[in-house]
T-cell receptor, first 115, second 113 residues
């Protein structure tokens, strides 16, 4: 149980385009979802927290207009990187938790490469 | 006060040995301490977690030891295997509010065959 699916797993696109990443909880209702960014050989850096039906809460230093988060249902959250540039290249990981338990369950990440 | 300090940064252990990774925290409001295992190119997977009312928790070859007064907790991997070679992250969280994690910096474990 507690499976989180993230799609796509790898995306390469040109500078200036927007990229959408989906995060789905497959077998539980995710009241809260989290989006992280991870650089090579580093820890996970929390970007934002989203609750279903509410606006996301962004961590300090994360541009809200750059990283658009939508959590429209209890099983789906999306992260859109708008007007992506090479410095946005990174490994993006989502996680989800349900109301009844505390652990966050992580997706397998999306490797984003901006040319 | 929100930091979680993790050590060592890297660890090499012989097959069959015990791997020990340590974490320390400052915020006494933390009350949930999970450990995650991450393989290259994958997301972290929950290994084991503990709450402050318990001093030790064991699941298979993985054991968490928790010292509330010292504000420290550690992961012990018994009979370490080459398949355990991965990066391990400790984290701390509160059981209220956003439930967000504060992650440690990670430990890269290599188990030699």
């Amino acid at each position: 149980g507690a499976v989180v699916s993230q799609h796509p797993s790898w995306v390469i696109c040109k500078s200036g385009t927007s990229v959408k990443i989906e995060c789905r909880s497959l077998d539980f209702q995710a009241t809260t979802m989290f989006w992280y960014r991870q650089f090579p050989k580093q820890s996970l850096m929390l970007m934002a927290t989203s609750n279903e039906g509410s606006k996301a809460t962004y961590e300090q230093g994360v541009e809200k207009d750059k990283f658009l988060i939508n959590h429209a249902s209890l099983t789906l959250s999306t992260l859109t990187v708008t007007s992506a540039h090479p410095e946005d290249s990174s490994f993006y990981i989502c996680s989800a938790r349900d109301l009844a338990s505390q652990p966050q369950h992580f997706g397998d990440g999306t490797r984003l490469s901006i040319l | 006060q929100q930091q979680v300090k993790q050590s060592p940064q890297s660890l090499i252990v012989q097959k069959g040995g015990i791997s020990i990774i340590n974490c320390a925290y400052e915020n006494t409001a933390f009350d949930y301490f999970p450990w995650y295992q991450q393989f290259p190119g994958k997301g972290p997977a929950l290994l084991i977690a503990i709450r402050p009312d318990v001093s030790e928790k064991k699941e298979g070859r993985f054991t968490i030891s928790f010292n509330k007064s010292a504000k420290q907790f550690s992961l012990h991997i018994m009979d370490s295997q080459p398949g355990d070679s991965a990066t391990y992250f400790c984290a701390a969280s509160t059981a209220s509010g956003t439930y967000k994690y504060i992650f440690g910096t990670g430990t890269r474990l290599k188990v030699l065959a």
